[in-house]
Structure formats: structure tokens, C-alpha cells
T-cell receptor, first 110, second 117 residues
Framework: EDKVVQSPLSLVVHEGDTVTLNCSYE??????LLWYKQEKKAPTFLFML????IEKKSGRLSSILDKKELFSILNITATQTGDSAIYLC??????????FGAGTRLTVKP | DTGVSQDPRHKITKRGQNVTFRCDPI?????LYWYRQTLGQGPEFLTY????????KSRLLSDRFSAERPKGSFSTLEIQRTEQGDSAMYLCASSLGLGATTNEKLFFGSGTQLSVL
């Protein structure tokens, strides 16, 4: 059965810290992995990764995929209070759904 | 606002009642998804439409759950004879639908929070 494990489940840091969020997965016929940020209600898209070793960046956020070891990481540098959210990863296989992990709840204190 | 919109934002109902939620996707999006999210968990896939065709419904939680998208635009999710265990956030998402589903990003609505008393 497909599995997605995110770690840590929660993390508290101070502004300016760098954080690394982990997502390991077992998905049949893996196609892509997506990262979302969920602040209050609607998850908002961050990255889609399809190839190993190619880092995607957006400002202070970056993400990379390792298809051999079956994991992805999401890095956030120089964290700000506005980064406080739940970060969800969702690997996709060869079917029509996305299986989300339970998420990492990040709290950034001023 | 041209994003995915869901109505109502909150619904409180008594056990045994039927409830219906509405989702209006981004206008040019062909694909529409329903997810359920409970506290401390990621969204859980329920069902998926390509235009008006419901292409995946085996993950609907029970036969009390049904979804429609009659004209390929908005969609409704109905839960009959609600139970306390149905209390959750029900999220709708849409995507463009031009190629394989597996390489698309989904745009989510803000959800309907259901509380069953």
C-alpha cells in the first residue's frame, strides 16, 4: 500500500533559523511529488518535483527529490513568522489521486 | 475572486441529517477533486471528475457519500444520514486537465468545515 511519512510532525523555531522538512514515500509507479503550504484552510501550491537531484527554488524556499532513496526535503532559510503553517507533501503515482502526508506543523516565533 | 470557491464555509448539523456542499472550480479547469481532512491529518482523496464524468469514486467513504458535476462546472458533495465521524473539513480542488493527471498541480478551495452534533 502507498505510504507517505513526513517528519518532524511539528517544529518550533525562531525567526532567522533554517529548517528542513522531510517527506519519505512509497508509491506505486511514482510520477511526481508536490509540496503544499496550508496556513488556515486552503493548501497552496509550492513545488512539483519529477526528477531526482534538481533543486527547485522560490525565494527562501527550496526543495529536492531523491527517487532512489524515496524522499524529498523542503528547506526554508531565514524563517519568518509568516512561514508558520502546515507543510504537506503529496507523491503521485499512476492514478488520479494524490496521497498527502500528515504534514509538518511549523511554528516560527519572533 | 477567480479561485476555487466552496459554500458554505461552515455547516453544523445534527446526526442523521443530510448535508450538501458546493464547489465552484476555477472557470477554465476541467478536473475537479473532493478531499476530506481531519485534524492532524493531510487531505484524503474522495473522488474526481473530468468535466461531468466521475472517473474515480471508489474512495468515497461509504454509500452515504455521493458527488455530482452535472454540467461539468460546479460540483456538489452530499452526505446522507450524517454521523459524528463525518465531522471534518471537506476540500475541493481543481486543475487544468490538459494532460496526464499525474503532472498537474491542484488549486484548493478554503473548504467546508462540517460539524455533526
Amino acid at each position: 500500500e502507498d505510504k507517505v511519512v513526513q517528519s518532524p510532525l511539528s517544529l518550533v523555531v525562531h525567526e532567522g533559523d533554517t529548517v528542513t522538512l522531510n517527506c519519505s514515500y512509497e508509491v506505486t509507479n511514482f510520477r511526481s511529488l508536490l509540496w503544499y503550504k496550508q496556513e488556515k484552510k486552503a493548501p497552496t501550491f509550492l513545488f512539483m518535483l519529477t526528477s531526482s537531484g534538481i533543486e527547485k527554488k522560490s525565494g527562501r524556499l527550496s526543495s529536492i527529490l531523491d527517487k532512489k532513496e524515496l524522499f524529498s526535503i523542503l528547506n526554508i532559510t531565514a524563517t519568518q513568522t509568516g512561514d508558520s503553517a502546515i507543510y504537506l507533501c503529496a507523491p503521485r503515482g499512476n492514478n488520479n489521486d494524490m496521497r498527502f502526508g500528515a504534514g509538518t506543523r511549523l511554528t516560527v516565533k519572533p | 475572486d477567480t479561485g476555487v470557491s466552496q459554500d458554505p464555509r461552515h455547516k453544523i448539523t445534527k446526526r442523521g441529517q443530510n448535508v450538501t456542499f458546493r464547489c465552484d472550480p476555477i472557470s477554465e479547469h476541467n478536473r475537479l477533486y473532493w478531499y476530506r481532512q481531519t485534524l492532524g491529518q493531510g487531505p484524503e482523496f474522495l473522488t474526481y471528475f473530468q468535466n461531468e464524468a466521475q472517473l474515480e469514486k471508489s474512495r468515497l467513504l461509504s454509500d452515504r457519500f455521493s458527488a455530482e458535476r452535472p454540467k461539468g462546472s460546479f460540483s456538489t458533495l452530499e452526505i446522507q444520514r450524517t454521523e459524528q465521524g463525518d465531522s471534518a473539513m471537506y476540500l475541493c480542488a481543481s486543475s487544468l486537465g490538459l494532460g496526464a493527471t499525474t503532472n498537474e498541480k491542484l488549486f484548493f478551495g478554503s473548504g467546508t468545515q462540517l460539524s455533526v452534533l
